[in-house]
């Protein structure tokens, strides 16, 4: 079985404005990184069925006619939930109306859950594997907007984490609207940091967004500061 093998890394990071109150968020890169590994197998039965479909002109080409059976696996958890990564590498291959089994294998440096940007790190990571595997090129912006799209279908995130997503792909301070999908700016930032880094988790998904909206003033306040 022929096997193509494509390799990604993306940065962690820490939150600056926390956009969930106003869904305009910053956030900055660390140097902590996330390794993801995507081999895609050529799965002659899909492949045959979709020239079939075409042939018979049932399909129109790169219509998705079926979905890609990608299974993910955690390095560090077993166990933990691979909907993300599997969805970034599903979504990628659709991008290039491809139709293959793949695995995506994710190894970081960062604790997950830990507000260090891990899921970010984990998504940019994967789709930049899966373009690595498929020999494809998106741009930056496209990257990521894939990344956070898996986000939010996997439901890891509230506003899409877009500020946390930039900072972990261009590394450095990113100040973001979440809502628009748009960076509005983007700079270096170079400072040693220290972790605090207590054994607990606390997941995206499960933030109590109403008590979060109690500071909304302070967060624009800090916002317009930021920018
Ligand atoms: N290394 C990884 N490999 C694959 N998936 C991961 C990895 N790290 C995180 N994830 C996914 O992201 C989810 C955690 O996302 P969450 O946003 O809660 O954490 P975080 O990104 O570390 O936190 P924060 O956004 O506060 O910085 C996990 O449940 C898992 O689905
Ligand atoms: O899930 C979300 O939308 C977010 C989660 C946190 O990481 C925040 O820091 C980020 O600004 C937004």
């Known amino acids: 079985m022929k096997i193509q093998k494509g390799y990604g890394c993306a ?15 910053c956030a900055y890169a660390v140097d902590l990184k996330t390794y993801a590994e995507v081999c895609l197998f050529e799965d002659l039965s899909s492949s045959e069925k979709s020239k079939q479909a075409e042939k018979s002109g049932k399909i129109e080409k790169n219509e998705k006619i079926e979905k890609n059976e990608i299974k993910g696996r955690i390095y560090e958890n077993p166990t933990g939930n ?14 290039f109306g491809c139709f293959k089994k793949a695995s995506v294998l994710t190894k970081s440096e960062i604790p997950m859950a830990g507000g260090l940007k891990s899921s970010s790190a984990a998504a940019n990571a994967s789709v930049i594997a899966a373009l690595d595997a498929l020999g494809e090129e998106l741009n930056p912006e496209e990257i990521v907007k894939l990344g956070v799209r898996a986000a939010k279908e996997a439901g890891v995130t509230i506003t899409g984490a877009y500020d946390d997503a930039c900072a972990s792909f261009y590394g450095g301070v990113a100040v973001t609207d979440n809502r628009k999908q748009e960076l509005i700016k983007q700079e270096p930032f170079e400072y040693d940091v220290l972790i605090l880094n207590p054994d607990t988790t606390a997941f995206s998904s499960e933030t109590d967004v109403s008590r ?14 930021a920018l």
């Open 11 to 25: 940065f962690g990071g820490g939150t600056i404005i926390n956009a969930v109150a106003v869904w305009k968020g």
């Open 82 to 95: 691979s909907d993300l990564i599997e969805k970034c590498v599903s979504y990628v291959l659709e991008e």
């Open 212 to 225: 979060s909206v109690l500071m909304k003033d302070l967060v624009e306040t800090a916002y317009d500061i």
